[in-house]
């Protein structure tokens, strides 16, 4: 059975730090990209970081950029988000998903959410100021 499973979630004070976990099972974890994306209330779901399991290579949104960071176990089957010097503007649910490395590379891959067709079921993350 294919599972995401994603975790870490919680309320934290602006400018602290978060590490979400996504732990993966039924497909083969290291042919996949594995993409973060959050939907804030209100807002549209969008993809703010991606690796690619293959070679390693890591993408960020700006919104992101230099705060956040994407690493990868192959030993756990297991993607992290760390996520420091946290905004209340950070504040939403976070996803993982995983797709089959359709794409060129993993900046193009997270950007075509359709085509992830693995999802976790979600972590919250509030951050208050």
């Known amino acids: 059975e294919v599972q995401l499973q994603t975790s870490g979630g919680g309320l934290v004070q602006a400018g602290g730090s978060l590490k979400l976990s996504c732990a993966a099972s039924g497909f083969p974890f290291d042919d996949y990209d594995i993409g973060w994306f959050r939907q804030a209330p209100g807002k549209e779901r969008e993809g703010i970081s991606g690796?690619?399991?293959?070679?390693?290579?890591?993408w960020y949104a700006d919104s992101v950029k230099g705060r956040f960071t994407i690493s990868s176990d192959s030993a756990k089957n297991t993607v992290y988000l760390q996520m420091n010097s946290l905004d209340p503007e950070d504040t939403a649910v976070y996803y993982c998903?995983?797709?089959?490395?359709?794409?060129?590379?993993?900046?193009?891959?997270?950007?075509?959410?359709?085509?992830?067709?693995?999802w976790g079921q979600g972590t919250l993350v509030t951050v208050s100021s």
């Open positions: 998903a995983a797709d089959n490395g359709w794409a060129s590379t993993i900046a193009q891959a997270v950007g075509v959410m359709s085509a992830f067709g693995r």
């Open positions: 690796i690619r399991n293959r070679d390693g290579s890591t």
